[in-house]
């Protein structure tokens, strides 16, 4: 296990495209409060496996209103 940072979206598009094999994954299956903003969530430390290249953070919606969705960039 090691430790990196949530990114931004477009960074961790960056590194998809980037890395050949790597594909968009779910880092967990929880959802978080939305605050308002993607920053919120920005630069927060997070443990990964060595698959792992980025975590990032996106809006998704449900019948209960707004949340947020951790997701990796993964090569496994």
Not at 45 to 63: C, G, L, T, W
Request: net charge positive; hydrophobic share 30%.
């Amino acid at each position: 296990m090691r430790t990196i940072t949530v990114t931004t979206r477009s960074d961790a598009t960056r590194i998809l495209n980037a890395t050949p094999g790597a594909r968009r994954f779910p880092y967990c299956s929880g959802k978080y409060r939305w605050d308002g903003s993607a920053k919120d969530y920005i630069g927060r430390s997070v443990e990964v496996s060595e698959e792992v290249k980025a975590v990032y953070v996106e809006r998704r919606s449900d019948q209960h209103g707004a949340y947020a969705k951790m997701m990796c960039i993964t090569t496994h």
